[in-house]
């Protein structure tokens, strides 16, 4: 499994994801994480890059909404305990478990 987390500089929130995943794949051999900076409002058309921190699993955003913008931007996300600048463990976990889930956006 490949994970990219992509984000731009201008957003902390990446760096709790980061934290959050790199614990939830220590023990995992076959899945790798990689970090894609979005440097340029430019390339974050072209991306699709739907704000910082943005999760991809082997290509797929789980957590995407095809109506949100595109941009530099920090992204929230709707967890249980409102909205929030990053998944919460719990919901990396899942959509890491299972990543042919369709969307984890509820």
Do not use: H
């Not at 996300?77 to 909205?83: A, E, H, K, Q």
Request: proline share 8%.
């Amino acid at each position: 499994m490949e994970i990219t987390l992509r984000y731009f500089d201008g957003c902390p929130n990446w760096k709790t994801t980061y934290e959050r995943i790199t614990t939830l794949i220590s023990d995992r051999a076959s899945t790798s994480l990689t970090l894609q900076r979005v440097e340029s409002p430019e390339e974050a058309v072209r991306l699709g890059f739907q704000g910082s921190p943005t999760v991809l699993i082997d290509g797929r955003d789980p957590f995407g909404d095809p109506a949100a913008p595109v941009g530099l931007a920090c992204r929230v996300y709707r967890t249980p305990d409102g909205m929030a600048g990053s998944p919460t463990t719990q919901q990396l976990g899942a959509a890491i478990d299972q990543p042919d889930e369709t969307s984890l956006t509820s």
